[in-house]
């Protein structure tokens, strides 16, 4: 706080006449010191001065002069004696008691200039123990973001540093963290209301725009909330909201621009170590694929892990559950899909629901057959990301519903389109496909055929001759009649969605 008015009259041995006598007055703050002789000084002050005068002009009835000087807010009125005036006019001090403004007698052995050098002394004091106070600030700051808390250690640490509260948000405005007492339903709520707006002041950006919003205030009776977005530039990465009963002072403000300069190093610093060990993850998994194993432990071991016990039961899922997944087991990126995970097999169940997304599960199986896991992962995957099925399908179950399960959805229904579409072409006919049904879910018998069709046994075989014409496959041929068992089946199904083309190479995050 800059000097106090007592403070000033204290050490300038000034003695103080009127307006002082009232309950704090002379804890005023001093903010600079005026000297003037003018009749009506206050165009030229700003608030907060020591005003010094020798009342050159001074006559008459005062309270005009007295009153512009306590609009004005001035500090106090310090009046040198000993000039045009052996002692202070009495109108003026009684104008001064009148209207509570303090007068201080200056003594004429003492010059204006001396006390202008003193307050700004004092002043310059005061601004290094602010700067100080900040400097100390920042370095516990960094200490506590240098713990393995991280920047949780760092909210922590504000929070006592602006004698308030504070807390961590991620880009979406959900609290990550946050301390006691914390207003995060205030600062969630403003964040929500500006996302999509566009700028409405150049100081206020807005959430959602995909441009960095700048410091925001928000101001209620007894409480004072800044929010200061995260990030290295762009769209913000994250928010910290920091909030007290009272009104922050500059140094205040320095720590907080601190800590958001050391909570953004932070969060890059992790985002660049999740992306080295997830690359890393990625080579090892490629190691095993490649039949690897013991170089793949081998690299893992020497960053201190290591790799689940076998059997594994293989993960595969989309880029949402990466995060899930990477907390609680082996888990790599690569080209598809996304997301790979090794998980023992008695856990596998409980990790592949905690993913919160669709998940496939292969079979358990030991690191030398991880490629036919990683198959199976993927197959279930497909079978997951159909809404008829639940988030989680493992191998095993698409077994038990036969070939067509197993195969490619995609290339499945291509198959069937060409191998049938002679029939499909012919006319507007569908009784040549029911009847090849027939005839090949009665594994070729043409009385049992005809009869579940409901037509003469001469008719089928009429129609049967012509479906072997129009395909021009021999029907008697057991490969041909599974190809066609299996377009028919395809047919009948609607298309999932097929698996993607990889975009790169096993080991590239995305």
Same mark, same amino acid.
């Given at each position: 706080?800059?000097?106090?008015?007592?403070?000033?009259?204290? =050490?300038? +041995?000034?003695?103080?006449?009127?307006?002082?006598?009232?309950?704090?007055?002379?804890?005023? !703050?001093?903010?600079?010191?005026?000297?003037? /002789?003018?009749?009506?000084?206050?165009?030229?002050?700003?608030?907060?001065?020591?005003?010094?005068?020798?009342?050159? =002009?001074m006559d008459g009835d005062l309270t005009g002069y007295v009153a512009r000087l306590v609009r004005r807010g001035v500090a106090g009125l310090g009046f040198g004696v000993g000039v045009s005036h052996e002692e202070t006019p009495p109108a003026l001090v009684e104008a001064a008691e009148a209207a509570g403004l303090p007068l201080l007698e200056v003594p004429r052995e003492t010059p204006f200039i001396a006390i202008g050098k003193v307050v700004s002394?004092?002043?310059?004091? /005061?601004?290094?123990?602010? @700067?100080? =106070?900040?400097?100390?600030?920042?370095?516990?700051?960094?200490?506590?973001?240098? =713990?393995? /808390?991280?920047? +949780?250690?760092? @909210?922590?640490r504000l929070a006592k540093e602006v004698g308030g509260w504070a807390a961590l948000l991620d880009e979406s405005g959900e609290v990550r963290h946050a301390t006691p007492g914390a207003r995060t339903d205030a600062v969630a709520a403003e964040l929500s209301r500006r996302r999509g707006r566009p700028l409405d002041t150049p100081r206020r950006a807005e959430v959602g725009d995909g441009r960095m919003p700048a410091s925001l205030a928000l101001s209620a009776p007894g409480e004072h909330i800044v929010v200061q977005p995260l990030g290295g530039g762009g769209r913000p990465r994250g928010f910290f909201a920091v909030g007290a009963g009272h009104a922050f002072t500059p140094v205040t403000q320095t720590v907080i621009n601190a800590a958001g300069s050391l909570l953004t190093l932070s969060m890059e610093q992790g985002r660049a170590q999740r992306a080295a060990e997830r690359s890393l993850r990625a080579a090892v998994l490629e190691l095993l694929l490649a039949g690897e194993e013991e170089r793949a432990r081998a690299v893992l071991g020497r960053l201190g892990g290591r790799l689940p016990a076998a059997p594994v039961v293989v993960l595969a899922a989309g880029?949402?559950?990466?995060? !899930?997944?990477? !907390?609680?087991?082996?888990? !790599?990126?690569?080209?598809?899909p996304d997301v790979v995970a090794l998980v023992p097999e008695p856990e596998a169940d409980e990790v592949a629901l905690s993913a919160g997304a669709p998940v496939g599960a292969s079979l358990p199986t030991g690191y030398g057959t991880l490629r036919d896991g990683l198959d199976q992962a993927r197959r279930a995957l497909e079978a997951a990301l159909d809404t008829r099925r639940g988030p989680v399908v493992k191998f095993g179950e698409l077994a038990g519903q036969g070939l067509l399960a197993l195969l490619d959805p995609a290339a499945a229904h291509a198959f069937s389109t060409a191998v049938l579409a002679p029939l499909t072409a012919y006319g507007s006919r569908a009784d040549l496909m029911e009847s090849l049904r027939a005839y090949l879910e009665s594994n070729g018998h043409w009385d049992a055929a005809a009869q579940r069709l409901g037509v003469h046994r001469h008719t089928l075989r009429y129609r049967m001759r012509r479906v072997a014409e129009l395909l021009g496959r021999d029907l008697d041929d057991p490969g041909v009649r599974a190809e066609l068992w299996l377009a028919l089946e395809a047919a009948g199904r609607p298309p999932l969605r097929s698996r993607a083309t990889p975009a790169s190479r096993p080991g590239n995050s995305r």
């Open positions: 706080m800059p000097p106090t008015l007592q403070t000033v009259m204290r =050490r300038m +041995h000034l003695r103080p006449l009127a307006g002082t006598s009232g309950p704090g007055v002379l804890d005023a !703050a001093v903010r600079w010191v005026a000297v003037s /002789e003018l009749a009506d000084p206050t165009p030229y002050l700003e608030g907060g001065e020591l005003l010094l005068t020798t009342g050159l =002009r002394e004092l002043l310059a004091a /005061e601004q290094y123990e602010e @700067i100080s =106070r900040a400097f100390a600030a920042q370095g516990r700051l960094t200490r506590a973001a240098l =713990r393995p /808390e991280g920047v +949780h250690a760092v @909210i922590d880029p949402d559950a990466l995060d !899930a997944l990477e !907390a609680v087991t082996f888990t !790599a990126l690569t080209g598809v």
